[in-house]
């Protein structure tokens, strides 16, 4: 029996789905055994001048995206973990990461906003929020702070679809987009959202995960979109394809784009190099908007 059957079993038994819940809440504290296996470490970015830019991003690594916004420093869906999923002591059950972050904990620069876009274990990972700064403010979707909370963040702030918020410099705004939101199957009516960043007359759009949707263009025109671009096969309703993130990137007729959620952890069937080649086909003439294609690549304008 493959560990699919063993979870497709367990969803339909709800003391299981409690066990999970109580399992993905760990901090990470003691799963040395994690780091036994180790991952390659994919080029170091540079960050000497990354305070001069007013608009630059960093992909870590998955979703972990380091932007630098009029000003202001911004973390996506932060996981620095070698593994991700439910912890049993002393380890992790759960995907293992094909490349280290781009950057470590300790080489970060000082931040400014921390988001959060969803529950799922590759986009929400409390061993590495225990390890970030409790002063940065975080944003993430409705109902999902019970999760964050018992880490001391200062200020946490749930935001709906449509929802805007001001923090300093930046405007933050949530969007509808296709997706789910549970984490372990037992509670489905968490949120989930993109976001519009706004500072210094820049605008970013972090999508996170989403499948196609086709009322992006109300977001208007935006500098960079961040896109995901794996996870799709079977999963096509909740991801999108690479050709369907450069539909939505046009739709909000975006000067750059920068694909994500790829080549980091194996979470569906497609081959690993299979997104990006796709990615740079859709493109085609384009392809000079693709800003940054391999972890820790970095871009700056």
Known sequence: MSWRHITDWAKQWPPTLCLADWLGRGRGRLRFLDHLQTAPAPRRPDMTNWQQHELAAVWIGHATVLLRIGGATILTDPVFSIRIGLGFGLFTAGPRRFYAPALDLHHLPPLDLIIVSHAHFDHLDRPTLARLPKRTPLITSRRNADLIRDLGFRSITEMRWGQSVQLGSL????????????????????????????????????????????????????????????????????????????????????????????????????????????????????DDRIVIREIGGQWAR
């Open 171 to 286: 405007r933050v705004t949530s969007q509808r987009i296709e997706h789910w939101g549970a984490r372990t199957f037992h509670d489905p009516q968490r949120g989930y959202g993109a976001f519009l960043i706004e500072a210094g007359g820049q605008r970013v759009f972090y999508g996170a995960d989403t499948g196609h949707c086709n009322y992006l263009r109300e977001v208007g025109k935006v500098d960079l979109a961040i896109f995901g671009i794996g996870g799709y096969d079977p999963y096509i309703q909740a991801h999108a394809t690479p050709e369907q993130a450069w539909d939505m990137a046009n739709q909000m007729r975006a000067d750059y784009l920068l694909p994500v959620h790829h080549s980091t952890f194996r979470l569906s069937y497609e081959p690993m190099d299979e997104p990006m080649e796709r990615m740079m086909a859709a493109a085609g003439s384009d």
